[in-house]
């Protein structure tokens, strides 16, 4: 067993290693299922094959020790040899390999329901969800509002509440599904999203945007326009670059692309069934729905709800919406 769980360990290593170089596309839902499953294998192999075998012959050799000793006594001898009893101690020692895999479940075991049922943490990579969520806060994503998910498969067993405009949302990157991503909701499945000039409307309704102070990119260092948008009933703050253009350039070739109408003013898109359309709060700076396409509705991952740390900054510690 030992040179098994060896080679088990090196397997687990070599992956983790050939993801931290690039060497591979890395999964560490996939990781985490697989090191949930062998240490529980290992740990109901303790719990029902190695204890009582270890007991068995504990209890075997203690008798066999209690019978010398009245034997001795027997004999007049009361002074024995206690390395019989250390032996004893020694069958119940727990070998290396156990207390690396059995000994490692029920923490990973905890993790794992957690990370795939409850809360999973994420870290902000960019700027595109500005000012709503900075680079380098550390979220909290609530993986059970939406519908329990398989972890790995991500296939839904419940129905939870359905996505709705104005949140917040981790997904898996429809071009590449390995990575995620976090944006705004913006429309919904049969919604017509127009965003002409840097105005968005949803079925011809214009979304509610009111001036307000301006922005201080501590990034580029830049003032940028920033206003109140009302999406869906959720107050939140987006930003907007005078210089930047209001077309969309380098739109990709996506799925449902046909639902989409580019022009220099902007897109208008009509979201399919199934899908949702995604938008970054840093408008004129998100790669988001406008370039890549609608999200499936099995892409989802959660919803982000709360920073819960960013080292750069205490005072961003809290929710957002």
């Not at 001036?211 to 206003?227: C, I, N, T, V, W």
């Not at 077309?247 to 799925?255: I, R």
């Not at 890549?292 to 005072?315: E, K, S, T, Y």
Request: aromatic residues 12%; proline residues 6%.
């Amino acid at each position: 067993m030992a040179l098994i769980t060896t080679l088990v360990l090196a397997a687990f290593a070599a992956y983790v290693g050939a993801w931290y170089t690039g060497a591979i596309e890395g999964n560490f839902a996939l990781l985490l299922f697989l090191a949930t499953v062998v240490t529980g294998l290992y740990w109901l192999a303790e719990r029902f094959y190695f204890l009582p075998k270890w007991e068995h012959a504990a209890a075997t050799l203690e008798a066999s020790m209690a019978e010398r000793n009245a034997r001795l006594a027997g004999q007049g001898i009361t002074q024995v040899d206690t390395a019989d009893a250390k032996a004893s101690d020694r069958l119940l020692m727990q070998p290396w390999w156990l207390d690396w895999t059995a000994g490692l479940f029920p923490v990973i075991l905890v993790v794992f329901l957690l990370r795939s049922f409850l809360y999973e943490p994420f870290k902000i990579p960019s700027g595109s969800m500005m000012p709503t969520l900075l680079t380098g806060d550390l979220i909290l994503v609530n993986k059970f509002t939406y519908g329990l998910r398989l972890p790995v498969l991500n296939t839904k067993i419940t129905a939870g509440t359905p996505l709705a405009r104005g949140d917040v949302v981790v997904f898996r990157y429809p071009p590449k599904p390995s990575m995620d991503y976090i944006k705004r909701v913006v429309g919904i499945p049969g919604d017509e999203v127009a965003y002409l000039n840097k105005k968005l409307t949803i079925n011809v309704q214009p979304v509610s945007k009111d001036a307000a102070p301006d922005y201080l990119d501590g990034e580029s260092m830049r003032l940028l326009k920033q206003f109140d948008e009302n999406l869906g009933g959720k107050q939140h703050k987006i930003l907007n670059d005078e210089g930047a253009p209001s077309f969309v350039p380098g739109a990709s070739d996506f799925p449902s692309r046909e639902n989409c109408r580019y022009s220099v003013e902007g897109v208008v898109c009509k979201v399919p069934a199934g899908n949702y359309f995604m938008m970054g709060d840093n408008r004129d700076n998100s790669a988001d729905s406008r370039f890549w396409g609608f999200v499936p509705d099995q892409n989802i991952v959660g919803r982000a709800f709360f920073v819960w740390m960013n080292f750069g900054d205490l005072g961003r510690i809290g929710p957002f919406q």
